[in-house]
């Protein structure tokens, strides 16, 4: 059985950073493509960055140049650091995970909990 599960969200300034950390359990690693969502209140479940073919990535035109998705096949973990950090990246992140690359559209068959992330102005 597939789990995973997220930490490193909080609760930080406009321009703050956070890095969110999902570690994966019950299955190979390496044999998933991975991707960061997030749900705002009120708003649909948007793709925030995805791993896709080759060790590439990509990423939502309103987080370019300030997040960066990674991962470490060593420790079944992916990350999500978030630089300057604005008002409008509160929310609730996920990750996934699955044997198909569905690049950051949320068919995805494994999601995490979530942890929240709450950027003030």
């Known amino acids: 059985q597939v789990q995973l599960v997220e930490s490193g969200g909080g609760s930080v300034q406009t321009g703050g950073s956070l890095r969110l950390s999902c570690v994966v359990s019950?299955?190979?690693?390496?044999?998933?493509?991975m991707a960061w969502f997030r749900q705002a209140p009120g708003k649909e479940r948007e793709g925030v960055a995805a791993?896709?073919?080759?060790?590439?990535?990509t990423y939502a035109d309103s987080v370019k140049g300030r997040f960066t998705i990674s991962q470490d096949n060593a420790k079944d973990t992916l990350y999500l650091q978030m630089n300057s950090l604005k008002p409008e990246d509160t929310a609730m992140y996920y990750c996934?995970?699955?044997?198909?690359?569905?690049?950051?559209?949320?068919?995805?068959?494994?999601w995490g909990q979530g942890t929240q992330v709450t950027v003030s102005s």
């Open positions: 791993m896709v073919r080759f060790g590439g990535t």
């Open positions: 019950g299955a190979t690693y390496s044999t998933y493509y």
């Open positions: 996934a995970a699955d044997r198909v690359n569905w690049v950051l559209w949320d068919r995805y068959a494994y």
